[in-house]
């Protein structure tokens, strides 16, 4: 995307922790327009989304964000190989 724009923020509450996701509005070269969210798991650690509309990108956060948390506490729990 080459502008984006703030459109919303929002804090999920997952697992007893608030998780701060921003939510942007940006035009492609052709543009089209794009939503992509940037979800704080903690210092360095973000993950972003995109998706055509705004109602489908909030979908899509609150269907992975409790998937990426658990896989991210299994990994931490998992021995070093």
Avoid: H, N, W
């Amino acid at each position: 995307m080459l502008f984006k724009t703030l459109v919303k923020t929002e804090d999920l509450e997952m697992e007893g922790r608030d998780y701060p996701v921003c939510y942007f509005e940006g035009t492609t070269a052709r543009g089209a327009k794009r939503y992509s969210a940037e979800l704080a798991l903690g210092p360095g650690d973000r993950i972003i989304l995109d998706a055509a509309t705004l109602s489908d990108l909030e979908l899509r956060v609150a269907r992975l964000m409790p998937a990426t948390l658990q896989s991210r506490m299994l990994a931490a729990k998992s021995p070093a190989a």
